[in-house]
């Protein structure tokens, strides 16, 4: 049976189960109580035909598994949303901080270059995402991608991308009193127990 730490980090690489596990905790966590209560903070956005009908099918999917979890949408101000989701009583599953990186970064509009943050703005979002996960009324699950373990990329963008995913797994890990890394759809504790 599963147990919900009071935070917990889930790593892994596309398609190893990482969703399905916050999934499933946000299933035991609404198990335990009638008053309990669950929301997915997603962080994604649909910027193509693909993205929606992705994002369409999570959604369908995931009302099937977890009837009782609801859904905000937060791409941008996460610690906000972190917050301003419930008490204690509420558990939140962040899906993922990867898409919310890439969307801090790389922002998807006309005049994105313009509109990029500087270096300090990226770290105060990340140090107000950090403070969120610490001071949390309720549990907390956050995933998030390892990519880190793949071929160094050629282009500089994309290193520098590689190299703050790496930073803010690192926050987050050590913000979290659980660290799971999802391999196959197995979960492998990397800090604290994963049952």
Aim: hydrophobic share 45%.
């Amino acid at each position: 049976m599963l147990t919900v730490a009071r935070s917990e980090f889930i790593l892994g690489g596309q398609k190893s189960g990482k969703s399905r596990r916050a999934e499933s905790l946000a299933s035991a966590w609404l198990a335990q109580a009638p008053t309990q209560r669950a929301v997915l903070i997603a962080t994604a956005q649909a910027h193509d035909a693909e993205m929606r009908a992705r994002i369409a099918r999570h959604q369908r999917e995931r009302a099937e598994r977890v009837p009782g979890l609801t859904t905000r949408e937060a791409p941008h101000d996460l610690a906000t949303a972190i917050v301003e989701s419930g008490g204690a009583e509420t558990l939140r599953v962040v899906d993922c901080l990867t898409l919310w990186l890439t969307q801090l970064r790389m922002p998807f509009a006309p005049d994105s270059v313009s509109n990029r943050p500087s270096v300090g703005a990226e770290q105060s979002e990340v140090a107000m995402l950090i403070e969120a996960v610490r001071n949390c009324p309720g549990p907390i699950v956050l995933v998030g991608n390892e990519i880190g373990l793949g071929v160094i990329p050629l282009g500089a963008e994309v290193r520098a991308f590689v190299d703050a995913l790496g930073v803010l797994n690192q926050a987050v890990a050590a913000a979290c009193q659980r660290v799971t890394l999802m391999v196959a759809g197995q979960p492998l504790a990397v800090k604290g127990v994963a049952p």
